[in-house]
């Protein structure tokens, strides 16, 4: 969605709407146990990416905290680690009434009371329009029974991983932690820890109180509005296209119904899932947009980004940009990651340059295949999808630079030799 339209749709919402068309009844008639009910009836999955039950979860913080005499927190993310995903930007200006009532919801199904709402410090438009909505909901005599912390972070992609989030809360340096214990066992000031992403705590108060939420973004099919995931996507023009779609909805009628081409002519790959997402070629543009689909082609929902590709483009070269890129956002803990996504890198622009071996590319499979197994957090867990799916989905343009040509004649030499790779691992 355009910014324009952003600021339009923040304009003219205020409490008073949103408590006209039902907004924050559900605070008044729901138990915590009811709230939880419903969630797992609903099957609900949270939309940050993972896709795991968000009851589970609950269940999880809810033993955890049995066990130990102390709060429960709850923290919204409302961070968009991926430069290019504005879904939680979305949320925060379009939907900030509906948010709030999803965060006072979940925290009495969990029992917290005090939350954190986390943030991008750049997004300041959003945090407006949220603390604004927080501060005229409490003069009304909504949420409280709890209290929220704002805070802003701008941590680079690294700032969205949960283990990073709870350090940067901490005021410490944002370095990943080893799990387990998950945050909802011992998360912020070693208490259980509910980190729920915005969206889902915006579906929250879709599946609670249906009423209080607009619905009138969904880009296809008829399902339940909390079946609908929040996408940013990308066509060949760059500009951002914000929409709902079911989950379940082939990526090309995603892409379909947001008026967006997608032509073989034009368009080469469609990379789903943000930084550590996947490249589908054409044969796999009608995956069904869900996490076991997705799975099934090595993509993820991650981010919530879909984008698009041109033709003519150098998937070699692709996979080393995104490679790069990963180096410079791995928060250097743990060697596989730190080491390997640099290496990995490194092979990728002798390849480019038309300088590697064989022996290159047995090393680039094998620390596409170790970089995950030895990470420690889920940034190194993903951080060789990118590579991967590019060599599965593109072989040609890998087997074309062996030989020594840029299949595109695009590539621009990045180094004179090759370096020796062998005992790398
Ligand atoms: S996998 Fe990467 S980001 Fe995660 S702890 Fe290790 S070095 Fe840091």
């Not at 919402?13 to 006209?20: A, E, F, M, W």
Request: glycine fraction near 8%; charge should be neutral.
């Amino acid at each position: 969605m355009p910014e324009g339209t952003q600021n339009a749709a923040i304009l003219s919402r205020n409490i008073q709407d949103y408590v006209n068309k039902g907004g924050f009844r559900s605070l008044a008639n729901e138990t915590a146990q009811a709230v939880r009910d419903k969630v797992r009836a609903a099957k609900l999955r949270g939309r940050g990416g993972s896709g795991k039950y968000t009851a589970d979860k609950w269940d999880t913080a809810i033993l955890s905290a049995e066990r130990r005499d102390g709060p429960t927190y709850l923290v919204c993310n409302a961070y968009d680690a991926d430069p290019l995903a504005m879904a939680a930007a979305n949320l925060m200006i379009r939907e900030p009434f509906a948010v709030l009532e999803g965060i006072a919801l979940t925290a009495r199904a969990v029992g917290a009371k005090e939350v954190y709402f986390y943030f991008k410090a750049t997004n300041r438009s959003g945090y407006d329009a949220i603390l604004k909505a927080f501060n005229e909901s409490q003069s009304s005599g909504y949420l409280n029974d709890i209290s929220v912390h704002f805070v802003g972070a701008d941590a680079g992609f690294m700032g969205g991983e949960e283990s990073v989030m709870l350090e940067i809360l901490r005021g410490r340096r944002a370095m990943a932690a080893q799990r387990p214990p998950y945050p909802a066992q011992i998360g912020l000031y070693e208490y259980p820890t509910v980190i729920d992403n915005i969206e889902t705590l915006y579906t929250v108060t879709r599946i609670i109180n249906p009423a209080a939420t607009s619905d009138d973004k969904k880009s296809s099919g008829s399902a339940a509005p909390y079946t609908y995931k929040l996408l940013t996507l990308y066509g060949l023009d760059g500009k951002p296209v914000i929409v709902e779609a079911a989950f379940g909805s082939p990526i090309s009628q995603i892409f379909e119904k947001s008026n967006i081409a997608l032509n073989q002519n034009t368009v080469r790959a469609i990379v789903v899932g943000g930084p550590e997402g996947g490249a589908l070629g054409p044969a796999a543009w009608n995956t069904p947009y869900d996490y076991e689909s997705l799975a099934a082609v090595n993509c993820i929902v991650g981010s919530g980004v879909i984008e698009v590709i041109p033709a003519q483009t150098c998937m070699v070269e692709w996979a080393r940009k995104r490679m790069e890129y990963l180096a410079k956002e791995s928060c250097g803990k743990c060697v596989p990651c730190r080491v390997g996504v640099k290496r990995a890198a490194t092979v990728l622009a002798t390849m480019t340059s038309n300088v590697a071996s064989d022996e290159d590319m047995a090393t680039l499979t094998d620390l596409l295949t170790y970089i995950p197994r030895g990470s420690l957090c889920g940034f190194g867990w993903n951080a060789s999808r990118a590579a991967q799916t590019a060599q599965a989905a593109f072989p040609d343009d890998f087997s074309q630079h062996m030989k020594g040509e840029c299949p595109f004649h695009t590539c621009a030499p990045q180094r004179s030799h090759r370096y020796a790779t062998k005992g790398v691992l």
